[in-house]
């Protein structure tokens, strides 16, 4: 075998991906199954951000933009970071990316040195560790409480002379939860007292039904130690666009900017100039989905719940987490085998023992998957 990257040889692939790969060969095989393992909102991207996207390709936006993104979608991501997350910022604080994946990436490779340790809160998004592992990094995975999942005092047991990151997500992928203001308020008091980065993943901040979003970067003291991280893929159905950014303090985007001018170089031109309409626009359509996506998570978490499957409480995202009190592999083949109904295990997650089911999937599907699952358990 001839020696390839043991970086990269040691990284799984993405659990998420090849699960709903699985269901595409049985689905291409004529075999009727319901998929519901990818994070992907089931909605097009609305017309009025496509149309300023094929208006920009038809008027030359074809060449390359500045690095960090195009002056109008620096300004709109500026002023919507101010107004709506409690942050004040400028565009020079903005770096446009592709797809919020690669500010994440990006985040790594921006701050942590071979052997620093970043800490993962879990149940955890398939590509944090893996990013912090091709940045060198070390991840160190603390449990949220698996009760009401927030951070307990296992979090700061868990910081050493090495900690040098946290990764915050809320809402969460995959458990749907939100995290509290004093959960945020206890990590924020961890980083100013660790003297610690934080980047703090909000995509999924406009999917949120029952609770309020509060951005890490507003508390005291935090702008000049945390990334955050948003983007259009979730919140306006352009998970294809490859359309994400952080906002970070200077000397981080410094770095950030070097390493995508000699990575990706920018995001797509023409992608940034629908992505401006998409900040600057009409926000009924974001409303308009969030709300079919509550009225579909209603309708899920009852027929989890006639079944007798405890779920962790919904309140944002598009995810259930489903408490499978067994071997969630085998739950999740057993749930595919027979049922013919794809969801994602909780290992993929770092949380054995529950599985997650998207409902970004037509209420018509969702509805069969519940009958097919129902079925399994009488
Ligand atoms: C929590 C979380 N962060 C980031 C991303 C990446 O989003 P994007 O499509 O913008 O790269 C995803 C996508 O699934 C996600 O679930």
């Known amino acids: 075998m001839r020696p390839l990257s043991g970086k990269i040889a040691n990284i799984a692939p993405s659990a998420t991906m090849s699960i709903a790969a699985q269901a595409k060969a049985l689905q291409a095989k004529g075999i009727d199954v319901i998929s519901l393992s990818l994070g992907e909102p089931d909605f097009d991207t609305p017309a009025h951000i496509t149309e300023a996207a094929i208006a920009a390709l038809r008027s030359g936006k074809t060449h390359y933009a500045p690095g960090r993104g195009i002056p109008e979608l620096l300004s709109a991501i500026a002023e919507k970071t101010t107004r709506e997350n409690n942050s004040p910022c400028t565009s020079d604080q903005v770096i446009v990316t592709c797809g919020a994946k690669s500010a994440i990436h990006q985040s790594c490779e921006a701050v942590l040195n071979a052997g620093d340790e970043a800490i993962i809160l879990d149940p955890s998004w398939v590509s944090y560790e893996p990013c912090v592992q091709i940045a060198g990094g070390k991840p160190v995975h603390v449990p949220l409480s698996d009760k009401n999942?927030?951070?307990?005092?296992?979090?700061?047991?868990?910081?050493?002379?090495?900690?040098r990151m946290i990764i915050v997500n809320s809402p969460s992928n995959p458990s749907g939860s939100v995290l509290e203001r004093d959960s945020l308020k206890m990590i924020a008091d961890l980083c100013i007292d660790h003297d610690l980065i934080a980047v703090s993943d909000e995509i999924y901040e406009k999917l949120i039904y029952s609770k309020v979003h509060h951005?890490?970067?507003?508390?005291?003291?935090?702008?000049?130690?945390?990334?955050?991280?948003?983007?259009?893929?979730?919140a306006y159905a352009m998970t294809g666009w490859r359309l994400g950014y952080a906002v970070a303090p200077a000397d981080i985007l410094k770095q950030m900017d070097t390493f995508q001018q000699h990575t990706t170089s920018q995001a797509t031109t023409f992608a940034m100039y629908g992505a401006v309409a998409a900040l600057t626009g009409s926000q009924d359509c974001v409303h308009e989905m969030r709300d079919e996506f509550r009225r579909r998570r209603d309708n899920v978490l009852l027929g989890l719940s006639d079944i007798g499957l405890e779920t962790c409480p919904a309140d944002g995202a598009f995810y259930t987490f489903i408490n499978v009190q067994g071997d969630d592999m085998l739950v999740t083949s057993e749930w595919l085998e027979k049922g013919r109904v794809a969801v994602t295990p909780g290992f993929a997650f770092n949380a054995p023992g529950w599985v997650r089911m998207s409902y970004a999937a037509s209420q018509e599907q969702l509805d069969t998957a519940i009958e097919r699952i129902s079925a399994l358990y009488t």
């Not at 005291?220 to 893929?233: H, K, L, P, Q, Y």
Request: hydrophobic share 40%; glycine share 6%; net charge negative.
């Open 215 to 234: 951005s890490l970067g507003a508390f005291a003291d935090m702008s000049e130690r945390t990334i955050t991280v948003n983007g259009f893929s979730k």
């Open 149 to 163: 999942f927030q951070p307990d005092e296992r979090l700061a047991e868990a910081i050493t002379a090495k900690t």
